[in-house]
């Protein structure tokens, strides 16, 4: 399992115990131009401690003990962690915790955070673009702000020196922030306020917003997978399907699977529905021509206002 593998920990920053990742080594001797880095961003709403790198293990496990050939094409595995921020259920006590453990970061940061994550790791393995960059739910929205620049950056120009993936998966992702809030409720916007502050910061952030191109920062070879599994109870079907038409719009290469089983933490926790994923966005990855693929399912074979019962986090 994971633990057959090398894995190693280092910090890519000395702010916060969290500016660190996870590496598990699988073949980083060989550069070939075929293989790929597997990169995860957990999610927990940009606050939740008790989800962090090591979240990504399920699935690492669900790749490498599945008998796909997928795993020939896989160089390694890497799980970023970010600076959080407070969680009103999970207090600190400002005197009694160090600077480096203390959860108070705010929009910037996490993304912040992801830009040098990838930095450290391409200076350390150096795979270039040569990488499929996962992220679930808050984690998805970090992955395609990567896409978005200095708008995601509040003005700030990203690194030029870190290379875009080859792909992004957003799973279960949070790509509208006003739109979850007007949809389902205002719960919701107590999960983004400790994180960008009031609502009118909202839209810079929203990957559904963004005004400019996904495409313009990236280059011919790119694909965005957009997963989704209608038993997740937290996030809904409309969010994945506005980002969908936003990139198409944009003309970017976009496969939508919206058929994935499991609930919003249930899926990394068991770990084979985003091996599935993983797969098939290798499979695709592989194959010539990366034309406008769609493989939504319309099948509804799951009752979706059942599973929207009780739509509440744990705390
Ligand atoms: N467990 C989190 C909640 C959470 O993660 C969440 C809740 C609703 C919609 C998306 C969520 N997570 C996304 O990263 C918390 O307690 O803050």
């Known amino acids: 399992m994971a633990s057959s593998l090398s894995y190693a920990a280092f910090h890519y920053g000395s702010d916060s115990e969290l500016q660190r990742v996870g590496v598990w080594e699988v073949d980083t001797v060989a550069s070939e131009k075929s293989k790929y880095w597997i990169i995860y961003i957990h999610g927990g709403a940009w606050r939740d401690p008790r989800i962090d790198h090591k979240s990504f293990i399920p699935t690492i496990d669900a790749v490498i003990s599945s008998q796909d050939e997928c795993k020939s094409s896989i160089s390694g595995f890497a799980s970023v962690d970010y600076r959080l921020s407070p969680h009103p259920g999970f207090p ?6 160090t600077p480096r453990d203390y959860r ?3 929009h910037p940061d996490h993304i912040k955070d ?3 994550a990838l930095r450290s790791l391409q200076e350390r393995y150096a795979f270039g673009s040569n990488y499929v960059l996962l992220g679930h739910s808050a984690g998805a929205t970090l992955a395609l702000q990567l ?3 200095s708008t995601a950056l509040k003005g700030s120009a990203p690194p030029a020196d870190v290379a875009l993936p080859a792909a992004i998966v957003g799973l279960e992702g949070i790509y509208d922030l006003q739109g979850l809030v007007d949809r389902l409720g205002p719960e919701y916007a107590a999960l983004f306020v400790g994180a960008f502050g009031d609502s009118s ?3 810079d952030v929203s990957p559904m917003k963004f005004t400019k191109s996904f495409r313009s920062a990236w280059s011919e070879e790119h694909l965005v997978v957009l997963g989704w599994s209608p038993e997740d109870e937290l996030i809904d079907r409309p969010e994945i399907e506005g980002m969908q038409k936003v990139l198409e719009k944009d003309n970017v290469n976009t496969l939508a699977l919206t ?3 499991g609930t919003h933490d249930g899926m990394w926790e068991d770990g084979r529905p985003f091996a599935q994923v993983i ?3 290798l499979n695709h990855l592989k194959s010539s021509g990366l034309s406008i693929t769609r493989q939504s399912s319309q099948i509804f074979d799951n009752d979706e206002a059942n599973n929207r019962q009780g739509r509440q986090w744990r705390l």
């Open 279 to 281: 797969r098939k966005t």
């Open 114 to 116: 992801v830009w040098s």
């Open 201 to 203: 910061n909202w839209s």
């Open 104 to 106: 108070n970061a705010f």
């Open 259 to 261: 058929d994935l089983s």
């Open 147 to 149: 896409l978005m620049g």
């Open 92 to 97: 600190q006590d400002p005197e009694g915790t």
